[in-house]
């Protein structure tokens, strides 16, 4: 007879502790009370470099800290806020929690990771009410913007030879300059 498998859910302050205490031998992320391992490969971290040298940098931080989420702590591979905001709150010692009105942009770039970016995360960052999420994939860059309780209302799909609106910048940027090549 098989005996059920208790998958057990980790806290904030959990994760945190563990975390603070280096008790983690690789790089994670806490994600809805599941510790998920993070892992850069080379093409994954060419498109992240590529991305933070052309994100429009006036009267904001671009930044690649962990981001508290709700009961989460996820690492975007990038996310904007404005200059001027200040932290709302702390989780542990290290970490600032900042008010989703002054998150202007949250970017995954998923290589492995798509379908949960595009499904538990962007669920994840529309309930905290982050405005615009991407999703940069090898193929195109997914676009989600009003933020609701189940995710986002609207994702619109970028694909090469396009060009993607950053609308805390009022400008775009050409998709095939922030994918790097494979």
């Not at 806490?30 to 590529?50: M, Y």
């Not at 998150?103 to 995954?108: R, W, Y």
């Amino acid at each position: 007879m098989t005996q059920p498998v208790l998958a057990y859910r980790w806290s904030q302050s959990e994760f945190v502790r563990a975390w603070e205490a280096n008790a983690f031998d690789h790089r994670v992320e806490l994600v809805e009370g599941e510790i998920w391992p993070v892992v850069i490969g080379s093409w994954h971290g060419d498109t992240v470099g590529q991305l933070l040298a052309l994100l429009p940098r006036g009267g904001v931080r671009v930044t690649t800290s962990t981001l508290p989420t709700g009961g989460s702590l996820p690492d975007p591979d990038c996310w904007v806020r404005r200059a001027d905001a200040e932290p709302i709150g702390t989780v542990g010692t290290r970490l600032s929690v900042w008010d989703a009105a002054d998150v202007l942009l949250v970017v995954e770039v998923a290589d492995e990771t798509t379908i949960q970016d595009l499904n538990v995360k962007a669920k994840l960052y529309g309930q905290a009410g982050y405005p615009v999420y991407w999703v940069i994939t090898q193929e195109a860059i997914y676009e989600h913007t009003g933020p609701i309780s189940t995710g986002y209302r609207t994702r619109v799909e970028y694909l090469h030879g396009e060009r993607i609106p950053v609308p805390y910048a009022a400008t775009e940027l050409v998709v095939d300059e922030l994918i790097a090549s494979s």
